[in-house]
């Protein structure tokens, strides 16, 4: 059988996105925090891992991810009345972190982690959009490879030692949209969202 090789990239950049005409810098990364990934592992968008995969250190890129191989169409349905009482702490609302335009982190019942961003507060109701912030959006990425090799079989071990240690590591990436932030990639599984807040 065989082995397949993992590449090492690093890359760094700056993401767009078109507002109209109008270039909006969404995200960037920086020589100091620049964006770190194993191939074949799910990473990262598959489209963004497939334009860049092969390239070699110091190759310059710029290209294009449309919207349905990025984070998907923006789906009205997928903004959602959670009852008021999930975010309460010691009996009483969360007004710390759960107040207009704040991302919060939420679990479904089948497990997955995702983040939200909350629409309104109500009485007994706190509106949350569970679409990607991107969705909707064609990417367009500008950037340099600063390392890319085959990743040494102590990078893969360390890196699957991390994925069974974090469930996946939802959380724990810095930024970085060439990552799915909305809980390991696992989209569309936000229906029926019998949602917890952690």
């Known amino acids: 059988m065989e082995k397949t ?6 890359a760094n950049y700056k ?7 109008e270039a909006v810098l969404e995200e960037a990364t920086s020589e100091e925090k620049p964006f770190a990934f194993l191939t074949g592992f799910g990473m990262t968008i598959e489209a963004f891992e497939e334009a860049v995969k092969d390239l070699n250190t110091g190759d310059e890129f ?4 449309e919207c349905d191989k990025a984070y998907g169409t923006y789906e009205a349905e997928r ?3 959670l009852d008021k009482g999930i975010f309460s702490v010691n009996n009483h609302f969360d007004h710390d972190n759960i107040f207009e335009g704040a991302v919060i982190p939420l679990e479904n019942e089948d497990g997955n982690r995702f983040l939200g961003r909350v629409v309104s507060i109500g ?3 706190v509106t949350v959009d569970l679409n990607h912030p991107l969705a909707g959006k064609d990417l367009n990425f500008k950037g340099t490879i600063i390392e890319a090799r085959e990743a040494t079989d102590n990078e893969v071990e360390g890196f699957i030692k991390h994925i069974e240690n974090h ?3 939802c959380g724990d990436c810095e930024g970085g949209c060439g990552h799915d932030h909305d809980g390991c990639g696992h989209h569309g599984h936000h229906e029926g969202c019998g949602c917890h807040h952690h």
């Not at 993401?15 to 005409?21: E, V």
Request: net charge negative; aromatic share 12%.
């Open 123 to 125: 009485d007994d109701k």
């Open 62 to 65: 710029d290209f294009v991810i």
């Open 15 to 21: 993401l767009y996105t078109d507002n109209q005409g």
């Open 167 to 169: 469930h996946c590591g």
């Open 5 to 10: 090789t993992h590449r090492y990239i690093v």
């Open 79 to 81: 903004v959602v009345d």
